[in-house]
């Protein structure tokens, strides 16, 4: 399993699917909002929250058809689906490295994305925690969609109609986070079903995603 990790995570950096895609798309985002927003800091810090979530969303999206697409082409899907590892595993371990390549970096750079929206410096620590808590269901989550998609041509957009649905109450609770911390407002409760929907997804998708790519696999 750590060889798989290791393995993922060169292949992800080499084949540019890594955290220069998606912290480029999150900058150029938090650029050009002020633009079309306007320089009123307070309408900027109002919508913030879910700009940066929007943003976070939107950047792990575009890599999720690199999870299992390059192992499709090169052949290595079908010898780990039919390798002794178990399958449910070999997705962990996928979603994973996405979330190394793709969702961590995002974690660590978005308190400096969130000072170009202007958003109040007591919020920042919320921001991180949820996106901390929260970008890990968003890659498990995109391992399904590309499981089911996997071996399609042009499946990105199939996907992403498919896996956007599911991002939606994590976007709606990671930006809530973000919001009642900036207003002081008590943050426990999405705080837990953030992390939740977080823990369910872990325990869960993997086993079917293995399923779909059992099915798609035939």
């Known amino acids: 399993m750590r060889a798989l990790l290791l393995r993922d995570l060169c292949l992800a950096i080499r084949a540019g699917g890594g955290f220069g895609l998606g912290l480029c798309f999150f900058l150029i985002l938090t650029v050009l909002v002020p633009f079309g927003i306007g320089p009123d800091r307070a309408g900027l810090a109002a919508v913030a929250p879910g700009i940066l979530w929007v943003g976070a969303l939107l950047a792990c ?6 999870i299992f697409a390059l192992d499709h ?57 949820s996106l901390l808590l929260g970008t890990p269901a968003l890659s498990v989550l995109g391992a399904f969609g ?28 990671g930006a809530e986070i973000t919001r009642r911390g900036a207003e002081g407002a008590p ?32």
């Open 187 to 218: 943050v426990a409760a999405p705080l837990a079903l953030i992390a939740g929907i977080t823990l369910a997804s872990a325990a869960l998708i993997p086993f079917a995603a293995a399923a779909a790519l059992r099915v798609n696999l035939r």
């Open 61 to 66: 999206l575009l890599s999720l058809d690199r």
């Open 146 to 173: 590309a499981a089911l998609t996997v071996g399609l041509r042009r499946g990105g957009l199939l996907m992403s109609a498919l896996v956007l649905p599911l991002y939606i109450p994590t976007l709606i609770f």
């Open 73 to 129: 082409e090169d052949g290595s899907l079908d010898l780990l689906v039919t390798s002794p590892l178990p399958l449910e595993g070999v997705v962990a371990i996928k979603a994973l490295a996405h979330w190394l390549t793709t969702g961590l970096p995002l974690v660590i750079a978005a308190p400096v994305f969130g000072l170009l929206l202007q958003l109040p410096f007591a919020a920042m620590p919320w921001l991180v925690l």
